[in-house]
């Protein structure tokens, strides 16, 4: 059922620092939905996907040569391209660190405009709690949207159970667990978040993550 697939769509994260190195996993089937963008090298513009991208760099997947070192800018908005170096290279994955910060919030801000809006996945990694059958579990949030989020649970939970997940700051979200995968869980919740009320909490969560580093 692709319902029971986690999806891979292009993840934003809170941190400042660039994204490193993906990790290899094996027998873990996605629905891969990633961001496409512009990379432009010297007079040459090609496509890339974007896989992460943090407020000080990001993670694509090129289909040209790139040398380490190179700069290149990569454009996610028409005409506002967003200049940085590569500065390693993985199994044809790019790490490109950007020579400026960039606000990844107004990124995300951005991402979610059109005729259907949606806020595309933001890594946060926090502390939650989940009630299945009124049995409370603690969780980690590993990414959120507005319309769901992927958790790490120790307890087995069945998919299709209905679940409430309840974050620090945030009104409970009642939801259903649309598929697991050794350990982790894939949240569609019933109802979206408002945009307003994620970006606010994301602001939160990206204070608490300075403080704290």
């Known amino acids: 059922m692709l319902d029971e697939l986690p999806v891979e769509t292009t993840l934003y994260s809170l ?4 994204p490193g190195p993906p990790d290899r996993r ?4 996605h629905l891969t939905l990633l961001r496409v963008g512009s990379l432009i090298i010297g007079d040459k513009r090609e496509l890339c996907l974007i896989k992460n991208i943090s407020a000080g760099g990001m993670l694509i997947r090129a289909y040209c040569d790139i040398a380490l070192g190179t700069a ?3 454009e996610l908005k028409q005409g506002e391209p967003i200049g940085g170096i590569a500065r390693w290279i993985k199994d044809g994955c790019v790490g490109v660190t950007f020579d400026q910060p960039v606000d990844v919030i107004a990124l ?11 806020m595309p ?3 946060v990694g926090c502390g939650a709690t989940l009630r299945q059958d ?3 579990h603690r969780v980690r949030t590993i990414n959120i949207s507005q319309g769901g989020m992927k958790v790490e649970c120790a307890a087995a939970i069945p998919v299709g159970a209905e679940v409430t997940i309840s974050l620090a700051g945030l009104a409970p979200c009642a939801g259903k667990i649309r598929w697991a995968d050794s350990g982790t869980y894939g949240v569609a919740f019933n109802r979206v978040i408002a945009l307003p009320d994620l970006v606010a909490w994301l602001q939160g969560e990206r204070q608490r993550l300075r403080a704290a580093g």
Do not use: M, Q, Y
Not at 15 to 18: A, I, K, N, T, Y
Not at 26 to 29: K, L, M, V
Not at 108 to 118: F, T
């Open 108 to 118: 995300l801000s951005s991402s979610a405009e059109g005729p259907r809006p949606r």
């Open 15 to 18: 941190r400042d620092s660039p």
């Open 26 to 29: 094996t027998g873990e089937r």
């Open 72 to 74: 290149i800018s990569i």
């Open 134 to 136: 009124g049995t409370i």
């Open 121 to 123: 996945r933001v890594e």
